[in-house]
């Protein structure tokens, strides 16, 4: 199993970005996927969720309004658009499925 994060960086306050991760190694299709992240001196925290059938989804109260989880099956791909990013949006971000994790994307909000 493989998660590999892409599309994090540097924006400021208000701006928007997005991130995918891409998914190998087992029936992506099968799998709900995740995006969690972490910021310094915190505890991983869950952002969104997607479930594998019917992309039921779910988000955590502090980006609710303002992220949207999707996926593309055909591309073993979940996406992450983060719109009216916040300086308290910094964090690494990892994608998810269970039993696997990515290695994490950093997402930095800053003037």
């Known amino acids: 199993v493989q998660l590999v994060e892409s599309g994090g960086g540097l924006v400021q306050p208000g701006g928007s970005l997005k991130l995918s991760c891409a998914a190998s190694?087992?029936?992506?299709?099968?799998?709900?996927m995740s995006w969690y992240r972490q910021a310094p001196g915190k505890e991983r925290e869950l952002v969104a969720k997607?479930?594998?059938?019917?992309?039921?989804?779910n988000y955590g109260d502090s980006v609710k309004g303002r992220f949207t989880i999707s996926r593309d099956n055909a591309k073993n791909t979940v996406y992450l658009q983060m719109n009216n990013l916040k300086p308290e949006d910094t964090a690494v971000y990892y994608c998810?499925?269970?039993?696997?994790w990515g290695q994490g994307t950093q997402v930095t909000v800053s003037s």
């Open positions: 997607i479930t594998s059938v019917g992309g039921i989804t």
């Open positions: 190694g087992f029936t992506f299709s099968r799998y709900p």
């Open positions: 998810n499925t269970p039993g696997a």
